[in-house]
């Protein structure tokens, strides 16, 4: 071989190693409720009081087990390209579970073939959940007490229904008194670009009542708990159109819908690693292709939280982003992380839609789709008139002081 051509390959081979090993750097980088275990003789239970970070803001990892007698193997994990990022590429969990000091027999089971149609391929799973999600951006409008916060939401229902989590939502409630210094929009688009108005459908009282003083906590905690709410688009900023139907995701209400080792997609718009400017102006969503690691409960024999670990959604502003399952079917909504200093050493909580669907039944007297059935209009009208006024007098008092 002449020595020239022989440089030149040598010279092409070299250049390729670095850039394979520049695009894994990028992909990296872009990055407690009780634990349930999928065999069908242990369990294993952790303290539901256990605190994780909520992001800005956990639940309990349940000990379940699985009646299946084999766990199907998840398909690889799918890359994006463009603006999509994966970042996870772990194999499912084991299924051999140690017991721990404290066990119970709360069992769930995986539904086979859970609907009559073939799973998604990922690419399509991300274009619905890129689609449909929002970010959910909140300023004062001067010099006011409550520092900006950003996060996540996902429209769940044409008429421009938005599920996040209450702990961003107490923000927009309280965007809706003149007499605070706060202003709410949802932004859409990458970068995100402020597009709506919204306000309050609906928060649990009951999370309000717990978590309230918490409202000017840099960094509060929590077990995800009733933290969920749904916002309603009312209407468009400056410049912008209402749309006769807006982007949404089909949700999934079933228990155990989402199984050990089975792939997600959750999608987001992080925030934590951008300074202020930044996140105002150039922030973009991102999403990644995951296992499930762990079934939690809040102390039931229910899937209440699924956990998927080492993800980039896994920081501030991810709050109330979606999880959905390879049929394009909201299954979890990111609400906790817990604490390290990448996303790559956390691990990401998500409260399952049936979680959800439980517990506004219990707290409202209404499911999520009777709930969403329903008018909107009287339903945001009776909160408003019923509800607001006393968690509204709540945030009053402690800002006050």
Known sequence: MPARLYSFLVSVGVIGIVAGAILLIAIHNFDQPVAISSTATTTETAAATAPFVTIPSF????????????TSTPPAPKHFTASSVVVSA??????????????TTAEATRIQSPYNVPAE??????????????????????????APISGSGVIID??????????VAQYV???????IDLECQIRTGAPATAAWTADVLYIPPI???THASEINTAHPTGTG???????????????????????SVPFDTRDAIGFLGD??????????????????????????????????????????????????????????GPVLNAWGRLIGLITTTSDAPTTAGRDLRAITLSYINRDIQIQSGTDLVSFLSGDLTSEEADFNDNVAPALMQQYIKLLSH
């Not at 194999?91 to 404290?102: L, V, Y």
Request: net charge negative; glycine share 10%; aromatic share 6%.
């Open 59 to 70: 639940a309990i990892p349940i000990a379940t087990s699985s009646t299946s007698s084999t």
């Open 90 to 103: 772990k194999k499912p969990p084991s299924t051999k579970q140690t017991p721990a000091s404290t066990s």
């Open 121 to 146: 391929s990922f690419e399509l799973v991300n274009t619905v959940a890129r689609s449909a999600l929002v970010n959910i951006l909140c300023m004062p409008r001067g010099g006011g007490s409550l």
């Open 158 to 167: 044409p008429r421009g229904v938005i599920l996040t989590n209450a702990h």
């Open 173 to 179: 409630l309280l965007s809706e008194n003149q007499g």
């Open 207 to 209: 999370w309000v009542n």
């Open 225 to 247: 708990e009733h933290d969920y709410a749904l916002l309603r688009i009312t209407g468009a900023v400056p410049g912008q159109n209402m749309p006769s139907l807006f982007p």
């Open 263 to 320: 792939n997600v997609l959750g999608a987001s718009y992080p925030a934590e690693f951008l300074g202020g400017m930044a996140a105002e102006n150039d922030l973009y969503p991102v999403s990644s292709v995951s296992p499930i690691n762990q079934l939690l409960t809040f102390g039931t024999s229910t899937v209440d939280v699924i956990a998927i670990g080492g993800v980039i959604e896994a920081q501030s502003g991810s709050s109330g």
